[in-house]
């Protein structure tokens, strides 16, 4: 068992908060000019990037997800772009600024029960989904969905689902966009351990149910189908002594296999049927669908999640605090029928943040998007693969230019798309040396051509998660809290 006791002394200042992951103070809003080719008439709507960016001196030890939630986004229109950026004003954040200091420490401090906001920050940092006419900020560890409106980034308040939701809503929900709705999770490392539901298609929360499992878990994403839910049981699992004693520690089992749980998608823990996997540990599924008697996943497998396991690939493989980024393409296949799972590889490189064409998400996909890790401590991408699933994986490849690093590129269908990779991908690319920051807009088809364009920005954009695109009639038909 490898362990990483989450109160552990970092030896330095954490890198997390310098070059590309400086946080800014700066909210602004300015047109983008372009330096390289020409912004597409046929792309129309908003771009927007979720992130860490901490708006007081951390308290205590920092760790990359414990900065305040920043949106930064970039509005299409018409062969026009816009640039913004704003918090994303949570309670949190209210209060540190009432205070004028940072009130709550992270996750590499002792866990503080006696808050009643709850241990830790909610800051809204880590994910969006546009889900019944809102935007939605997610946090990775269960918070409150925060209404985000869009062009102008203003924080509408809090999606409470009518008080209907109970706990917490982690990234990442999924979106059914053949039915509207939107499943989601949420996990603590108190029981309930997990929780599983489903938000309608008008936003009303229609399904709730705990989930049992054997002990606290790292979570963080699930995937559907369009009769199941996919949950996890991962082999990294907080330990129960240190829970005990009000303390957080991770462990990995290296002999304790993954279990995915298939839960049809109104279904409670009655119904969910588990299959054993090897032993790993996932952040981010691609996708899922169903095959005949088999639910195939597809995500992005990390088989040895902490750094003293591989201590020999500290200076090529990225790190957050003691856990390894050493994600690789990899398949998982259900049988419904017989109750077995077959696994495979399905490629080496390593590279994480996963998109695709989310019209498809939960139904039989051919490509996906994985921003390629660059051989540096910290997370940093260096390229975009394009995986074509049917053939083999083969791989298309953007590479950025040296000392340039990317985002998550979501993919945006451009206005008529007609098949699932007629669209544009879209990130943000930073120069780790002098700060300078552009966008650029691939061609979904041509990966591996210079972009369509590319787009400076007035300001630098510091590293941060993930991404969700708007079109252009989303954003005309937004609902208000
Ligand atoms: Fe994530």
């Known amino acids: 068992m490898m362990t990483m006791t989450m109160t552990s002394e970092p030896p330095v200042r ?10 800014i103070q700066s909210e602004v809003t300015a ?40 949106i930064h ?31 709550a420490a992270g996750i590499l401090e002792p866990p503080d029960f006696s808050r009643a906001e709850g241990p830790y920050k909610d800051t809204a940092n880590t994910d969006l989904v546009f889900h019944a006419g809102q935007l939605l900020a997610v946090w990775w560890l269960g918070g409150e969905p925060h209404v985000v409106r869009l062009p102008d980034l203003e924080t509408l308040g809090v999606q409470s689902h009518d008080g209907k939701r109970t706990c917490g809503l982690s ?38 149910t705990p989930i049992d499992l054997p002990g606290a878990r790292l979570q963080h994403d699930l995937a559907i189908t369009p009769n199941y839910s996919i949950l996890m049981d991962m082999s990294m699992m907080f330990e129960p002594s240190a ?44 996708n899922a669908w169903e095959s005949g008697d088999e639910v195939v996943l597809v995500g992005c497998r990390i088989d040895q999640p902490f750094t003293d396991a591989a201590p020999s690939s500290a200076d090529r493989v990225p790190a957050i605090a003691n856990l390894r980024l050493a ?30 064409d989310n019209r498809l998400l939960g139904r039989a996909s051919q490509f996906s998007y994985h921003q390629r890790c660059a051989e540096t401590s910290t997370l940093l991408f260096d390229g975009v693969v394009k995986y074509d699933y049917l053939n083999g994986c083969a791989a298309q490849t953007h590479s950025y230019e040296t000392g340039w690093f990317g985002g998550e590129t979501v993919f945006a269908p451009r206005d008529g798309s007609t098949s699932e990779d007629d669209g544009y991908l879209i990130t943000f690319v930073v120069h780790e040396g002098t700060g300078e920051s552009e966008l650029h807009v691939l061609d979904a088809q ?36």
Not at 340 to 349: G, N, S, W
């Open 243 to 286: 829970l005990a004693r009000g303390k957080v520690k991770l462990g990995f089992y290296p002999d304790t296999p993954s279990r995915f749980g298939l839960i049809p998608r109104f279904g409670t823990n009655e119904d969910i049927r588990w299959f054993d996997a090897e032993p790993m540990f996932m952040y981010h599924t691609v």
């Open 31 to 70: 047109d983008l000019q372009i330096i390289a080719g020409v912004i597409p008439q046929d792309l129309n709507g908003v771009f927007a990037r979720n992130g860490a960016n901490p708006r007081f001196e951390p308290k205590g030890r920092y760790h990359w997800f414990d900065g305040d939630g920043m």
């Open 171 to 208: 990234a990442h929900p999924k979106l059914d966009m053949h039915t509207g709705e939107l499943m989601w999770i949420d996990h603590q490392p108190f029981p309930p351990y997990l929780t599983y539901g489903v938000i309608s298609a008008t936003g009303e929360l229609v399904h709730q």
């Open 327 to 356: 994600p690789a393409f990899h398949e998982w296949r259900f049988n419904v029928r017989t109750g077995t799972c077959r696994e495979r590889q399905l490629d080496d490189v390593y590279a994480e943040f996963p998109r695709m």
């Open 14 to 23: 954490s890198s997390y908060l310098s070059g590309n992951y400086e946080p």
């Open 446 to 481: 041509r990966i591996a051509d210079a972009p369509v364009c590319r787009l400076s920005i007035a300001q630098r954009v510091p590293t941060g998660y993930h991404t969700w695109w708007v079109d252009a009639a989303s954003v005309a038909n937004q609902r208000p809290l």
């Open 73 to 103: 986004a970039v509005e299409f229109g018409n062969g026009s772009a816009t640039y913004r950026n704003r918090y994303v004003r949570t309670a949190a954040l209210a209060a540190d600024l009432d205070a004028g200091e940072c009130l």
